[in-house]
């Protein structure tokens, strides 16, 4: 058993749990933006590495990484989002879009290139790839190019093609929920896995909400009864 620990560890397809201090010697961490999404990571999203998110489109996957985004001083190359980017609703948010660049390949092999050659060109900060199932030999391969560039990739892939262990920093997994997001850590580099928590982002994005649609269809009828006395 041991020595099969010890081949999974070279292939760096397991880790051992270590404590803060070890981790933050690990490798650097970033900020997310929330206080309770920070507190579950003990300190934020890792500044190099692959970042392996498993999530639905259109549940608030983007708006868990903004407030990461817009600490950032360098590039952030988005490839292959499932749709263009809205510019206008970004710079709303402060989003500075001069900062985004937005690659659109002809094919899965051409996004994988293109997210190795932003990594490791020292321009960008992060890179965002939506992707379908990855093999062991390309994560390690953006790893290393994360790694030579101090970068981070954030991989977006939806649940079914996430079948595996991966080579990844960190593993997510988000549904949604009525105020936010529901997140589960699946995989921590240097940390344990950790049971599904609800991520609150109503503060920061009220009208995108379920519960604000809710309140909001509840409104006219209290008015009408305020109105009438009933």
Not at 37 to 44: V, W
Not at 119 to 132: E, F, Q
Not at 134 to 157: I, P
Not at 194 to 207: G, I, T, V
Request: hydrophobic share 40%.
């Amino acid at each position: 058993m041991s020595n099969l620990i010890e081949l999974l560890q070279r292939q760096d397809l397991v880790w051992q749990g270590t404590g803060l201090a070890e981790r933050q010697q690990q490798g650097a961490l970033t900020t997310t933006g929330f206080a309770e999404l920070d507190k579950h990571l003990q300190g934020g999203f890792p500044a190099v590495g692959v970042v392996d998110l498993h999530t639905d489109l259109g549940i608030g996957e983007l708006r868990l990484l903004l407030p990461s985004l817009m600490r950032q001083s360098g590039l952030t190359a988005v490839i292959s989002p499932p749709a263009r980017l809205n510019a206008d609703a970004l710079q709303r948010t402060g989003m500075d879009t001069s900062k985004l660049l937005e690659i659109t390949p002809e094919c899965p092999q051409e996004a994988l290139w293109a997210a190795e050659q932003c990594l490791k060109s020292g321009a960008c900060n992060s890179v965002l790839l939506w992707h379908g199932a990855l093999q062991v030999h390309q994560v390690k391969r953006l790893q290393l190019a994360a790694q030579t560039g101090e970068a981070c990739l954030y991989l977006l892939r939806h649940a079914h093609h996430a079948q595996g262990t991966l080579p990844v920093s960190l593993s997510l997994g988000l549904s949604p929920h009525a105020r936010g997001l529901n997140v589960t850590v699946k995989k921590r580099k240097g940390g344990w896995a950790q049971a599904q928590f609800a991520l609150d982002l109503s503060s920061r994005w009220p009208e995108l909400t379920e519960h604000f649609h809710t309140q909001s269809k509840e409104m006219p009828q209290a008015a009408r009864q305020y109105r009438t006395g009933r």
